[in-house]
């Protein structure tokens, strides 16, 4: 079931109230940096909920909550971030300011069977509406519950407000002190109901094909007759980092290739590639066997349970869609991707239409991904492409309002096709 992220922010909170949800960032940061180093030395997960409980004195919801905060985090994290700390190392914050913006972190996630959020809860007064929260406090019964005002954007209300406040609706909400101390931030994460196409019939299968490069990784989510959304991930900094820090950022990475698939409900997939065996010259061989391929991949079955199948033609078959719909090689390269693994006798009619070049027969999971032939910069992994206008990757997506010519002989693929030129989400995610 696809999610939706809903963003907010605390308005209103009194300097008692305050206090108090302090205290509970206190608690939940000791928590979870608790429990990420009692998972480090094998303590199974029971073990580590119970003691959360006895040492941080938070109930056992919020304990399990910090738990699973910490599950998928790879090894050797910094918590609060490594600049943070060489912030204090180098003294430019006090011990108190570092400590505070490390535990600026609270998560409480929804549960169907208790009616929605039990430890922080969306309530309405009147106009108004309300964060119900849960605060622990030893020996304080009668002060459990703070209720700071919230500010929801009117857009989200019209459309959601009834899952918010019905009872029957689980959602997570996740609170972020900002790093200045200037308030809070809330985030709202629902679950939507089964209203589109491709939740009411199953069959109709949702792929996130991913087109790895160096520095950036592509994507396309794409139904058998329409693709959904493009975007590219920007992750360049594993291009020179060290093997430790590699490994961070390919986590991060994977991270945020999981929230989109999940958001959408897709399957993701990535290419077979033999990177060893490229050959081209001597900037574009340093730049594509710098790329983790190997790496990225097993990190991606692990937390995503990715997919490994063939990608070979894609980009080619991108370069020829790329000036028809107005976007980038590798966008176009992913969206090919994706419909090669929907529907394979589509992909070699489209392959058809627009080329000679490929030989008729070809299986649908031929060969291991080596590129048997030489590459030439433009051709492919890492290049940029460059249009007859000179236009040069994304420049090329803020044409894509309108004015392309129509695919001549595409078979019966026109929805797929017409998909990727309008009303197309374009996301861009940095990793840093």
Do not use: W
Not at 271 to 286: C, M, V
């Amino acid at each position: 079931m696809p999610k939706l992220t809903i963003p907010a922010t605390i308005t209103k909170i009194n300097q008692r109230d305050q206090a108090q949800l302090e205290d509970l960032f206190r608690q939940f940061g000791n928590a979870r940096r608790r429990a990420y180093t009692l998972k480090q030395h094998g303590v199974p997960k029971a073990e580590i909920e119970r003691l959360l409980q006895e040492q941080t004195g938070l109930n056992s919801r919020y304990a399990k909550d910090a738990h699973h905060s910490i599950e998928s985090l790879p090894p050797h994290v910094t918590f609060g971030g490594l600049k943070l700390q060489r912030l204090r190392e180098q003294g430019k914050i006090s011990a108190e300011e570092y400590k505070k913006r490390r535990n600026s972190l609270i998560i409480s996630r929804g549960d169907k069977t208790k009616k929605g959020n039990l430890n922080t809860r969306i309530t309405k007064e009147g106009n108004k509406f309300t964060l119900r929260i849960n605060t622990p406090t030893v020996g304080q019964p009668s002060e459990r519950y703070i209720y700071p005002e919230i500010f929801i954007p009117e857009k989200y209300l019209k459309r959601y407000q009834h899952l918010l406040l019905n009872g029957k609706s689980p959602y997570t909400i996740a609170l972020k002190r900002r790093d200045d101390g200037q308030g809070y931030d809330v985030r709202i994460i629902i679950e939507l109901p089964a209203k589109d196409e491709a939740e009411q019939n199953p069959k109709l299968e949702r792929i996130m094909a991913l087109d790895v490069n160096a520095g950036h990784v592509d994507f396309a989510v794409a139904e058998k007759n329409r693709v959904l959304a493009v975007g590219k991930i920007n992750c360049y900094e594993v291009q020179h980092a060290s093997t430790n820090k590699t490994s961070n950022l390919l986590h991060k990475t994977a991270g945020k290739i999981r929230k989109i698939a999940e958001h959408y409900g897709a399957r993701v997939v990535y290419g077979k590639l033999n990177t060893q065996r490229f050959n081209s010259g001597r900037r574009a061989n340093r730049k594509v066997k710098r790329i983790p391929h190997s790496k990225l991949g097993s990190i991606l079955e692990q937390k995503c349970g990715a997919e490994k199948r063939s990608e070979a033609y894609t980009t080619k078959l991108g370069k020829k869609l790329s000036p028809l719909v107005g976007l980038d090689v590798h966008k176009c390269a992913a969206a090919s991707f994706a419909l090669k693994v929907l529907d394979y006798e589509s992909f070699k009619n489209l392959h058809s239409s627009l080329s000679d070049e490929i030989p008729h027969g070809v299986a649908p999971d031929e060969g291991v991904g080596s590129l048997r032939r030489r590459l030439s910069a433009g051709s492919g992994l890492t290049a940029l492409h460059q249009d007859d206008k000179g236009l040069v990757h994304d420049e090329v997506a803020a044409m894509c309002n309108g004015g392309y010519s129509e695919i001549p002989g595409i078979r019966g693929l026109s929805s797929f096709l017409e998909s990727l030129k309008t009303n197309l989400p374009c996301l861009h995610v940095k990793i840093c």
